[in-house]
């Protein structure tokens, strides 16, 4: 048999389904891509999205025709939008992984268990006569706008549910299947916002907050949104608490319930003229329905958001749909506030840390029409948006925008490309952007829109550099320069308070012996064991494997055997020791493991307990701390070390960072940064917060070493519990891989970290032309590894460890 029929490709929901496959099945004749289908799946149904329809002949199909089943019920009102399974199969193309793969962010998420039955009368029934019983349901339908639903809650009457199959078997009304309507909650949705009580609150953070620390946490993301107002899911998601804790804070009036739809609206600041500049650009690729890409470049504070603010309101004017992307949703509480401030019920948050529910109607919304601004994190640009006028990536030099984990996408390759499909601006906004947007805004790919004044009168701390090794040549070797010390003095004088930075947990990084050299591996794991002091455990940062440490060198039997290097437990000791007068705290991963602890330490350094708190980034992200006058770095060092081509990128992206914590309050600000490269640039730089100075440095860097943005990476990554297979495997793939056109081989090579969790890894790095596509590359690697050996392989990666 020769024929060929209309058939239509399924990707399962894994969360409905088990598998995470796409399926074949008869086409009907009015099924769309996108569309949502309940499919036979062996003897029981699973949701899935149709992501192909197509002619195919058995041959093609490689089974007969005839097995083909077709689709078992459609479900109605939950289709994704076409340009979404368009971005999908790019996703899988560009970053070769599977289609379901790709797919998978674009399902709503728990959408099978709130399906429901609905019953509906046809637009133009058929004319049949009719029992009264029949006729009667025919008017309740026609009472109720047309469908009803049997739900589990509201199940229908056994003989209303007969009389419907039957008035279906005339062609009177119709039985699909769709999402329960959400209830809409009496007296409209309520919000949540701050009291305008500020001195009340003040109170709190400042006497009662450290019995009550997670209510306090819970102002303090929340004051970093004056006084807008959130859903109780969202705050919940921000700050990581509980309803007890919004009860409690609600009932003593520090939060009040608002109506969505009575928001104050703060009355929006007359842009200044280069804000002007960028918002008029933005708006006539809105208005032109062009795809234009613009990076706004602008140091904190110097009004981006309100350029965004203004573009979104553009588009909205246009009847058009807005999507901001955020580095991380705890974070975000400020850009949430401000875009409800001015856009109220329009907006919806998308965001994994929602309750189920608020989830699917959230995204229900965005379908749906009634939120047309979305805000989430990356996997936002798998929102259900069909009409899109403006795409927004906030930080866009944040490293959380490249996925780790299968589908390796970059976020803001897949922001240009959503918009190239919608015909619409793309706004990528930093006060540090990548080396590469920023050269391709030299190049004219971006459009570059600059604020080179700060918008609020808000002033840049004073950055100041130690040498640590100025105290080594003189012998006299100590964790704090002679300034740093100083300035700690004076400002706990003062009653300020200080944070100390550094990017290392644990006391030492290791232990060595003093006589022979030996140090304390993993023995999982290629890498040194951490010593951890307040248990007196070597512990492995990346598998968690710990032991006790010795009394003697296993290898010379010296006694001398002990921590080397910093952390900041270290860190922590050492400063209690030199400031008995003040109050240390720590906060790094290993204290914040402990439920209730994050919470506990920034609601007492809030309140003023806590004079010096030392930690790593933790401490440097999302919270305004206004009596905060002094940020120490302890070593800048420890990212400039790192072996990737990105250390000095990261390293002033992160000096940036830190030095934006010192003086956010009244009083002036001062960042000390110590380090023994006192006359990199990444810290130069930092300390004159120019950031075109460190990019004109950094791109010759990279174009002399020839790394992006002039050459596009690949890294295929062989890992397996054999050495010798993943060598077999790695060299292998080298050889096959040097055959191919217009691609440098670099390597195999054992990766940074050779051993993790007992797997040994090796990598290839592929160089290639910026606008080389990785299929063949995909391709080549097919089949490769097998059951021993897994190959990963990560288009435009973000990390070579
Ligand atoms: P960024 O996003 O670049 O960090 P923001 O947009 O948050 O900067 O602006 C910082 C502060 O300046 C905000 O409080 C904002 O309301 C205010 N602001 C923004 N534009 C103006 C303006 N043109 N005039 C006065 N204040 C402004
Ligand atoms: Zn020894
Ligand atoms: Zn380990």
């Given at each position: 048999m020769n024929g060929s029929e209309r058939v239509v490709d399924v990707v399962i929901d894994p969360r409905s389904g088990g598998a995470q496959a796409v399926y074949t099945y008869q086409a009907t004749p009015d099924v769309e891509e996108g569309?949502?289908?309940?499919?036979?799946?062996?003897?029981?149904?699973?949701?899935?999205?149709?992501?192909?329809?197509?002619?195919?002949?058995?041959?093609?199909?490689?089974?007969?025709?005839?097995?083909?089943?077709?689709?078992?019920?459609?479900?109605?009102?939950?289709?994704?939008?076409?340009?979404?399974?368009?971005?999908?199969?790019?996703?899988?193309?560009?970053?070769?992984?599977?289609?379901?793969?790709?797919?998978?962010?674009?399902?709503p998420p728990g959408a099978r268990e709130r399906l429901v039955t609905a019953w509906s009368l046809v637009p133009r029934p058929e004319k049949a006569p009719l029992t009264p019983l029949q006729k009667e349901v025919v008017r309740f339908l026609e009472e109720s706008g047309g469908t009803i639903y049997d739900t589990k809650s509201k199940k229908l009457p056994a003989a209303t549910a007969r009389a419907l199959k039957l008035l279906k078997g005339k062609g009177i009304v119709e039985q699909t299947l769709e999402i329960a309507p959400f209830e809409e909650k009496k007296g409209g949705e309520r919000l949540l916002r701050l009291s305008a009580d500020e001195k009340r609150i003040e109170d709190f953070l400042t006497h009662e907050g450290k019995r009550k620390p997670a209510q306090a946490l819970t102002l303090m993301r929340l004051q970093t949104a004056e006084r807008s107002s959130?859903?109780?899911?969202?705050?919940?998601?921000?700050?990581?608490?509980?309803?007890?804790?919004?009860?409690?804070?609600?009932?003593?009036?520090?939060?009040?319930?608002?109506?969505?739809?009575?928001?104050?609206?703060?009355?929006?600041?007359?842009?200044?003229?280069?804000?002007?500049?960028?918002?008029?650009?933005?708006?006539?690729?809105?208005?032109?329905?062009?795809?234009?890409?613009?990076?706004?470049?602008?140091?904190?504070?110097?009004?981006?958001?309100?350029?965004?603010?203004?573009?979104?309101?553009?588009?909205?004017?246009?009847?058009?749909?807005?999507?901001?992307?955020?580095?991380?949703i705890a974070l975000a509480a400020q850009g949430i506030g401000r875009l409800r401030e001015r856009f109220g019920s329009k907006v919806a948050v998308l965001h994994s840390d929602l309750p189920p529910g608020e989830r699917l109607r959230n995204w229900m919304r965005a379908r749906n029409g009634q939120a047309p601004v979305v805000l989430g994190a990356r996997s936002a640009l798998f929102a259900p948006l069909d009409n899109l006028g403006l795409i927004i990536v906030d930080e866009e030099h944040e490293a959380s925008y490249k996925q780790e984990s299968s589908p390796r996408y970059h976020s803001k390759r897949l922001a240009l490309q959503l918009g190239a499909m919608h015909r619409c601006p793309v706004v990528l906004g930093s006060a540090t952007p990548s080396i590469e947007s920023f050269y391709e805004a030299d190049q004219g790919k971006l459009t570059l829109l600059s604020l080179p004044e700060r918008a609020a009168s808000a002033k840049l701390p004073e950055v100041h550099i130690d040498d640590l090794g100025q105290g080594y040549r003189e012998g006299r070797p100590a964790l704090l320069c002679d300034d740093l010390h100083k300035r700690i003095e004076q400002t706990v004088a003062q009653r300020h308070q200080v944070i100390l930075f550094l990017n290392r947990r644990a006391y030492a990084p290791f232990i060595i012996c003093r006589d022979c050299g030996y140090q304390a591996k993993c023995r999982n794991c290629a890498v040194s064991l951490s010593f951890?002091?307040?248990?007196?455990?070597?512990?492995?940062?990346?598998?968690?494997?710990?032991?006790?440490?010795?009394?003697?060198?296993?290898?010379?039997?010296?006694?001398?055997?002990?921590?080397?290097?910093?952390?900041?437990?270290?860190?922590?000791?050492?400063?209690?020791?030199?400031?008995?007068?003040?109050?240390?705290?720590?906060?790094?991963?290993?204290?914040?493991?402990?439920?209730?602890?994050?919470?506990?330490?920034?609601?007492?350094?809030?309140?003023?307990?806590?004079?010096?708190?030392?930690?790593?980034?933790?401490?440097?992200?999302?919270?305004?701390?206004?009596?905060?006058?002094?940020?120490?770095?302890?070593?800048?060092?420890?990212?400039?070390?790192?072996?990737?081509?990105?250390?000095?990128?990261?390293?002033?992206?992160?000096?940036?960072?830190?030095?934006?914590?010192?003086?956010?309050?009244?009083?002036?600000?001062?960042?000390?940064?110590?380090?023994?490269?006192?006359?990199?640039?990444?810290?130069?730089?930092?300390?004159?917060?120019?950031?075109?100075?460190?990019?004109?440095?950094?791109?010759?860097?990279?174009?002399?070493?020839?790394?992006?943005?002039?050459?596009?990476?690949?890294?295929?990554?062989?890992?397996?519990?054999?050495?010798?297979?993943?060598?077999?495997?790695?060299?292998?793939?080298?050889?096959?891989?040097?055959?191919?056109?217009?691609?440098?081989?670099?390597?195999?090579?054992?990766?940074?970290?050779?051993?993790?969790?007992?797997?040994?890894?090796?990598?290839?790095?592929?160089?290639?032309?910026?606008?080389?596509?990785?299929?063949?590359?995909?391709?080549?690697?097919?089949?490769?590894?097998?059951?021993?050996?897994?190959?990963?392989?990560?288009?435009?990666?973000?990390?070579?460890?």
């Open positions: 569309e949502g289908l309940i499919v036979p799946l062996g003897n029981r149904t699973a949701l899935g999205f149709a992501s192909e329809v197509y002619e195919a002949t058995e041959e093609e199909l490689g089974f007969p025709l005839t097995s083909l089943k077709p689709p078992t019920a459609k479900v109605r009102g939950m289709s994704l939008p076409a340009a979404l399974v368009e971005l999908a199969k790019f996703v899988a193309d560009e970053y070769l992984c599977p289609l379901p793969i790709a797919l998978s962010g674009a399902i959130f859903s109780p899911g969202e705050i919940k998601g921000l700050a990581g608490v509980t309803d007890a804790t919004l009860k409690a804070l609600t009932e003593v009036g520090l939060l009040e319930t608002v109506a969505a739809d009575e928001q104050i609206v703060a009355k929006p600041p007359q842009p200044n003229r280069y804000q002007q500049l960028a918002i008029d650009a933005v708006s006539d690729a809105i208005q032109t329905r062009e795809f234009r890409p613009f990076l706004l470049f602008g140091v904190t504070g110097s009004g981006k958001t309100e350029v965004y603010l203004r573009a979104a309101a553009e588009a909205l004017r246009a009847g058009r749909q807005i999507l901001y992307l955020v580095p991380e951890h002091r307040r248990d007196r455990r070597l512990r492995c940062h990346h598998c968690g494997y710990s032991e006790n440490p010795p009394d003697q060198c296993p290898k010379c039997r010296s006694l001398r055997v002990s921590p080397f290097g910093v952390g900041t437990e270290k860190v922590e000791e050492v400063v209690t020791e030199l400031f008995p007068q003040a109050t240390v705290a720590r906060l790094d991963r290993d204290v914040a493991r402990k439920k209730g602890a994050l919470e506990d330490i920034f609601a007492r350094f809030r309140g003023g307990d806590i004079d010096i708190l030392v930690g790593t980034q933790m401490v440097a992200k999302g919270l305004d701390f206004p009596n905060v006058t002094l940020v120490g770095v302890i070593a800048a060092d420890l990212s400039l070390n790192i072996p990737d081509f990105r250390a000095g990128e990261r390293t002033f992206q992160l000096l940036s960072q830190v030095s934006g914590r010192a003086g956010r309050g009244v009083a002036e600000g001062h960042v000390v940064i110590q380090t023994f490269n006192p006359q990199h640039p990444s810290v130069q730089f930092a300390q004159t917060h120019d950031y075109v100075a460190f990019y004109e440095g950094a791109v010759v860097e990279r174009k002399e070493a020839g790394y992006p943005p002039f050459c596009r990476l690949v890294n295929v990554i062989f890992t397996g519990a054999s050495r010798s297979k993943v060598l077999e495997a790695s060299g292998e793939a080298a050889a096959l891989l040097h055959a191919l056109e217009g691609v440098e081989v670099l390597g195999p090579v054992d990766c940074a970290l050779e051993r993790l969790q007992n797997r040994w890894r090796r990598h290839v790095l592929l160089k290639m032309d910026p606008g080389r596509h990785a299929r063949d590359i995909g391709l080549v690697l097919l089949g490769l590894g097998g059951k021993d050996v897994q190959a990963v392989i990560d288009v435009d990666p973000y990390t070579l460890m």
